[in-house]
């Protein structure tokens, strides 16, 4: 069953799990979701490494890290990690 909630940031509908809001690309966090809790190191949640991974300048690596926390897609990866680099102000 899909469940469905509201973006913190601009309150569209979001699907539980997805890495991004597709409207705002805010970078959304989910109690229990993989890689979270005690893994988690930076805004949002972020798996461990993936912030110092972005502050080195090292993107491919952060989105590597972060698919293989969140068993995500390749593009909601991408998706999360530049949105994070922008809140970050590295991008």
Known sequence: MVSTVHCPNCGAPAQAGSATCFYCRAVLA??????????ASGPGGMPAGVVEALRAGNKIEAIRLYREARKSSLLDAKNAVEALEKQLGLG
């Not at 989910?30 to 893994?39: F, M, N, T």
């Open 30 to 39: 989910w109690p229990g979701a993989p890689g979270g809790g005690a893994q």
